[in-house]
Structures are given as structure tokens and as C-alpha cells.
């Protein structure tokens, strides 16, 4: 597929469709490559780390920094896989695994004390300190049967987050 | 028992100075959560869980949210006309419209530019230079060779523009605002009187027509780039409002271009001058050109000319009623009000964003108060038994 081409054809669509699992529709992925040409301002054929921090309602979350590292340097074709996991249609399996992914920085399968450590602080910033977060933490995972130095993998993620069901859900605007 | 009474005690005091530094955050601007819809995040309750502390998918929504779409970048979307010349006998009428533009009515256009530039220039440069020492009868002359080129800029895109409402008069002690969408805003509003505006100054040929012509009718320049700027700025603004003998200011509260289908928010240096505010509604007609002025795609002189070269410029200008800061009012409630009465006459929406994060990037206290409720809910149900 043709990185500086503005048009997408039909042949192009099934194949972004099938790389991800039939998780969008045909419209949807069109929308998105709307979305994905307005975002490449300079026709790069991917979203450079400017790109997506002038958009501010990304730049103000939270969770940036971390989604930047998984999302940069991605043609069209990996956006939407990465886009995924917020589809209606994605199974919940799709979406812990996911989440499982942002915890897990350096991509080993395993999700250590420090890996969630770092995600709280993402997510508190300054409003708890240092020293608080590690009791908060390690209570939280006693409570729930895990040790301070215990290694989370993805089975583990399931069965914390997938007993509830996860709402993790973003419509694609479809003119 | 002793590490979770000592634990309470220092929640207790965090709690407290959050409170404190919330204050500092809200002063700067109005609560953005008021605007951006927070569904996805309900308001947890019972013991906080291992779960609750993984499970992220309420942020990664908002991010995944933010990806897909964003009402910030919709506000600079210029729409490109949908194509309607496929057909057997549309292409033909298609063409025939082109050519009727680019060859009769673009020379035409041109020549009545041009006929307006020779005749305000051949009366400008007299008044400007001969009448120096007769202030007030040249400054009324200018005034009305202003209009008058504005008029002829206005026939040159055979602009179609009504005016509704009370023509604005001088008085001292108050200023006029309105919603921004092009430069050609200005032109619109000056055909029908003369006002001293704030504007960027801009390099080639509009710099030059703004340190020469525009002076007289008194503006007042500003750079976005320079810090400092904005007191200096302030400053000439409430010199200029206390003035008797100057024009009526007018200010585009929003510091940038939006493409007519938004209003980004109001800078509250207009409104806190202690003056009245008079808001107008400015309002293009789609069909016949998209105004909106993507300076970041084209330079000015390519958007006149593609104002030369479409059928018309079509738009209404609504006077609003004036407007004083209610008692009790901060600077940014009453310039959240002015928008809010712009936008509804206009028909258009209004979103949370500072049109100024075009050029820079959003200040960290949003994401220091999303880590904010986030902690203190946190805390909180780490209490809940």
C-alpha cells in the first residue's frame, strides 16, 4: 500500500480489515484513514510524536506518554490494529490483552511491581507521594492474593479485569 | 492498627492540600470537565480492589477517544466542496462556470480592485501629507477612504453582505468583539465603520498596508510568539478605550482563524477593560466559498485570490447588544458569556480549547486535575471499609 497515496482502494481496505481481525467496518476504516491523513500533516506515511501531541485532548492524557511509545512510527495498516482494541466488536480477551500490553513497557510478558508502579504514577502524578504509592499498591495486590514480588502475566490480567466485563469502547464517526 | 491511623492521618492532610491548589488551577480558565463528557468515567464506590487500580480502560478510552477524533482539529477542518460535476451534462455547465469565473469575472474583479487602490491612493497621499497639522478633519477623511476601500475589497469578491442590527457608533469606553474566521472579517466590518483593530502583524505585502494604512486608523499590533507581550499589550488596549478621539476597537477574542462551524475560546484580555463589550456575529454562507482562512495552507494572497476567482462571498453580520461585566463576574465568565451569545446568534458550536494551542502545546494543570480526582478517589475508597 502506497504511504504517500491519498486514495485507498478496495483491495487496500480487505487487507487493513483483515489485519485486524475484522474489528472494523469497511466505512469505519475509510473514516479512519481520514483521520489518519489529517493527523500526517506532513504526508510521512506515519504519525510522527508532534503530530499526535497537537491533537490536546491526546496531549492532556494522562496515559501519553506510555500509548506514544506503543504508537509511534506506525503506518496506516498498524494504526488501525492498534485502534483495535476499542472496537465494539473486540473481544474481551482483544481488550485485557491490551491493557496488558500498556503495562508491559518492555514487551517480556510479564508485568512486575515496578511496571505497575509506574502506571499509578502516571495516573496521580503529585497528588500521592512517593512513599504512599508503594503501600497503596502492595496492600491492594495482598488483598487480592499476590505478593509484592510476584510476576503478573496476561492469564493473571484475565482473571482480575475479565469478570466484570470491561468497557473499553470508542465509536468512529462515519459521515 | 498503628501504620493504618497514621495512614488516615495522612490522607486527611493530602485531602487538605488538595483543596487548596485546586484553587490555583480553576482561576486560569473555566472547568474544561464542564464540557468534555466524562460517561465513561462513573464514580466508583465500595473498597478499592487490585482491579480498580488496573483496570486503566477509562483513560485509555479518552486517549483512544482523542485519537479517533477530536473536537479541537474540527475546528480548523476546512470541508472541501463535495464534487458534483460527474455527470454527462453537469461537467459541460461545470466547465462553462469556470471559465465565466476565471475569465469574465476575475479580470473584472481585478479591474475594480484596481480602479479602487488608484482612486483611495490618489486622495490618501494628499489628505496623509498636506493636511498634517488639521488632526481631526484628516484623521475624518482617512477614516472615510478606509471604508472606502473595504468597499471596493468587498466588490471585488462580489460580496453579498447584510447587516443586521444598530450600526455601531464611537463612544468612548467600549469595545467590539466578534467571531474570527478570515482576515476578509475585518474588511467586512470596517466597509461599514471605521474601527482601529489588534491584529498579528504579518510579513510581505499586509505588513506593509498595516504600518502604513492601518495606522491611521489606529491599531495596535501583538506578536503570539513574545511572552511579555500580553501585558504591553493590555496596556495599549486601555489606552486606547480611555481615548475619546480614537475609533472603536475592534478584537477577535479568539487570537485565530476557525472555520465558521466553531468558536474556540475567548481571550479575556477584551473583557477586562471595564468597558462595554458590543458582540458581533459573523456568519459565512457556505455555498457559495468556504471563507475560512487556513493559514497554515494557503498565504493570504492565495485566499483573495480564491475569493476572486468563486461566484460569491455571501455572509450576515449580526450587532449584538452590548454587554457589562454582571457583579460578581470574573473576567472569563463574562468572556465565556459573550461567546455563548456570538455562537448561538451565529448557529455555531462552541468547544473548551484555547485557539492559541494551534501554535503550542496544552498547559500540564488538565492532566494534573484528571491525576488529581483520580488520586483522591483512590484514597478515598482506600478508607471504605
Not at chain 1, 482483544?94 to 508491559?104: G, P, Q, R, T
Not at chain 2, 494628499?126 to 475589497?153: A, T, Y
Not at chain 2, 466578534?178 to 470596517?190: G, K, P, Q, V, W
Not at chain 2, 455562537?343 to 455555531?348: Q, T
Request: proline share 5%; aromatic share 10%.
Amino acid at each position: 500500500m502506497g504511504n504517500t497515496s491519498s486514495i485507498l482502494t478496495q483491495y487496500d481496505i480487505e487487507e487493513v480489515q483483515e489485519h485486524c481481525n475484522n474489528t472494523f467496518s469497511q466505512q469505519e476504516i475509510v473514516s479512519l484513514y481520514q483521520r489518519f491523513c489529517q493527523l500526517d500533516r506532513n504526508s510521512g506515511g506515519f504519525i510522527s510524536a508532534d503530530e499526535f501531541l497537537s491533537v490536546p485532548e491526546f496531549a492532556v492524557n494522562p496515559l501519553a506518554q506510555r500509548l506514544f511509545r506503543m504508537i509511534d512510527g506506525l503506518n496506516f495498516k498498524e494504526f488501525v490494529a492498534f485502534l483495535s482494541a476499542f472496537s465494539s466488536r473486540a473481544t474481551l480477551q482483544h481488550k485485557v490483552e491490551y491493557i496488558f500490553k500498556v503495562y508491559d513497557s518492555d514487551g517480556n510478558g510479564k508485568v512486575a511491581f515496578s511496571d505497575l508502579l509506574d502506571v499509578l504514577r502516571d495516573l496521580t502524578g503529585q497528588f500521592i507521594s512517593e512513599q504512599q504509592r508503594e503501600p497503596v499498591l502492595t496492600q491492594v495486590l495482598e488483598e487480592a492474593g499476590y505478593k509484592k514480588d510476584s510476576i503478573l502475566v496476561l492469564s493473571d490480567f484475565m482473571k482480575i479485569l475479565g469478570s466484570n466485563g470491561l468497557k473499553m469502547e470508542v465509536e468512529v464517526p462515519v459521515d | 492498627m498503628a501504620s493504618v491511623a497514621c495512614f488516615t492521618f495522612r490522607r486527611r492532610e493530602l485531602l487538605n492540600k488538595m483543596s487548596s491548589s485546586n484553587l490555583e488551577l480553576d482561576l486560569d480558565r473555566p472547568n474544561i470537565e464542564d464540557y468534555l463528557t466524562t460517561d465513561s468515567i462513573q464514580e466508583p464506590r465500595g473498597k478499592l480492589r487490585l482491579r480498580d487500580l488496573l483496570d486503566i480502560s477509562p483513560t485509555l478510552t479518552e486517549a483512544g477517544g482523542a485519537i479517533v477524533d477530536d473536537s479541537f482539529t474540527r475546528c480548523f477542518k476546512s470541508n472541501p466542496p463535495e464534487p458534483w460535476n460527474w455527470n454527462v451534462y453537469l461537467f459541460p455547465l461545470w466547465c462553462l462556470g469556470v471559465v465565466v469565473r476565471y475569465g469574465i469575472l476575475f479580470p473584472v474583479r481585478v479591474l475594480i480592485l484596481t480602479l479602487g487602490w488608484i482612486i483611495f491612493l490618489s486622495c490618501y497621499i494628499p489628505v496623509h501629507l498636506l493636511l498634517k497639522g488639521h488632526d481631526k478633519l484628516r484623521k475624518k477623511l482617512e477614516r472615510g477612504l478606509v471604508e472606502l476601500i473595504c468597499s471596493f475589497f468587498v466588490a471585488s469578491w462580489t460580496g453579498v453582505v447584510k447587516y443586521h442590527g444598530p450600526r455601531p457608533c464611537a463612544r468612548p469606553k467600549q469595545v467590539f468583539v466578534a467571531n474570527h474566521t478570515s482576515m476578509i472579517d475585518f474588511i467586512i466590518l470596517e466597509q461599514m465603520t471605521a474601527f482601529a483593530v489588534i491584529m498579528q502583524k504579518h510579513p510581505g505585502w499586509v505588513g506593509l498596508l498595516q504600518s502604513t494604512i492601518l495606522e491611521s486608523v489606529g491599531c495596535i499590533w501583538f506578536n503570539r510568539s513574545e511572552a511579555k507581550d500580553r501585558e504591553i499589550v493590555a496596556r495599549k488596549l486601555r489606552e486606547h478605550v480611555e481615548g475619546p478621539d480614537n475609533n472603536p476597537l475592534l478584537i477577535f477574542p479568539e487570537g485565530t482563524c476557525v472555520n465558521n462551524h466553531y468558536t474556540v475560546m475567548f481571550k479575556k484580555g477584551a473583557f477586562e477593560l471595564g468597558s462595554t463589550v458590543c458582540p458581533i456575529a459573523i456568519k459565512y454562507n457556505k455555498i457559495f466559498v468556504d471563507a475560512f482562512w487556513n493559514s497554515k495552507k494557503q498565504s493570504f494572497t492565495t485566499h483573495l485570490l480564491q475569493l476572486m476567482t468563486s461566484w460569491a462571498v455571501v455572509c450576515d453580520v449580526w450587532y449584538l447588544e452590548p454587554q457589562n461585566m454582571k457583579p460578581g463576574e470574573t473576567p472569563i465568565e463574562f468572556a465565556e458569556r459573550v461567546r455563548e451569545i456570538i455562537s448561538a446568534r451565529a448557529g455555531i458550536k462552541m468547544v473548551p480549547w484555547d485557539g492559541f494551542l494551534k501554535y503550542s502545546r496544552p498547559s500540564p494543570k488538565h492532566r494534573e486535575r484528571k491525576q488529581q480526582a483520580f488520586a483522591e478517589s483512590v484514597l478515598r475508597r482506600l478508607e471504605d471499609k
